[in-house]
């Protein structure tokens, strides 16, 4: 049974650039979340996708978005990239659970450098 | 606002030595706390969780307990091994709420 898995792995970008990460949730499950984990620090929650709908967003820009596809897999896309931006990004999939919390099993990320 | 502090990396200790790394949080409402651990080049995992105050969650020999008097829920572990060496993270969620919001994450590394 497959993890979670992303790709790429690493990607490099420059300033002002956009850039699409890829995700796709543990087998069976329905719900995709996006975390940001800047060097040093603890994940930061970007947004939340279910039933292809964001569900909740964290406190970041428009220039980050989202989509879910009906195969429950993700993107996650940033626009006008910023040297900030650079960060490992965390997926995490888990069952949608309303008011429930589910466990949210992580993939290994993606690791964005912009120059 | 929801918040978790963690005490200052890194961490450096023996094999078989006592670990004890602080976690403090603040909420708005009533959290579910847990510890991730992340170990070199892999994705966060779950390490252990508690629900409701009092609760001990544990898991691999390491042990956490829901303080709610003193809003904490440190990490200990009675003699850790040289494959313990990872970053640890606490965390919380708010009931109702699907974000987890984490501590700034300690590193710990033990030396054989």
């Known amino acids: 049974d497959a993890g979670v898995t992303q790709s790429p792995t690493h990607l490099i970008k420059t300033r002002g650039q956009q850039v699409t990460l890829r995700c796709s949730p543990k087998?069976?499950?329905?719900?995709v979340s996006w975390y940001q984990q800047a060097l040093g620090q603890g994940p930061q929650f970007i947004f939340q996708?279910?039933?292809?709908?964001?569900?909740q967003r964290g406190n970041f820009p428009d220039r980050f978005s989202g989509h879910q596809f009906p195969n429950y897999s993700s993107e996650l896309n940033v626009n006008a990239l910023l040297l900030g931006d650079s960060a490992l990004y965390l997926c995490?999939?888990?069952?949608?659970?309303?008011?429930?919390?589910?466990?949210?099993?992580f993939g290994p990320g993606t690791r964005l450098t912009v120059t | 606002g929801d918040s978790v502090t963690q005490m200052e990396g890194p961490v450096t200790l023996s094999e078989e030595a006592f670990l004890t790394i602080n976690c403090t949080y603040t909420?708005?409402?009533?959290?579910?706390l847990f510890w991730y651990v992340q170990y070199p080049g892999e994705g966060l995992q779950l390490l252990l969780k508690?629900?409701?105050?009092?609760d001990k969650g544990s898991n691999k020999g390491f042990e956490a307990t829901y303080r709610k008097e003193t809003t904490s829920f440190h990490l200990e572990k009675g003699s850790v091994q040289v494959s313990d060496s990872a970053v640890y993270f606490c965390?919380?969620?708010?009931?109702?709420?699907?974000?987890?919001?984490f501590g700034q994450g300690t590193r710990l590394t033990i030396n054989p």
């Open positions: 965390a919380l969620i708010i009931q109702g709420a699907q974000k987890l919001v």
């Open positions: 909420a708005t409402g009533y959290p579910s």
């Open positions: 995490a999939s888990s069952l949608w659970g309303g008011e429930i919390h589910y466990e949210q099993y």
């Open positions: 508690a629900t409701k105050a009092d």
């Open positions: 087998s069976g499950h329905d719900t």
């Open positions: 996708y279910y039933e292809e709908e964001e569900r």
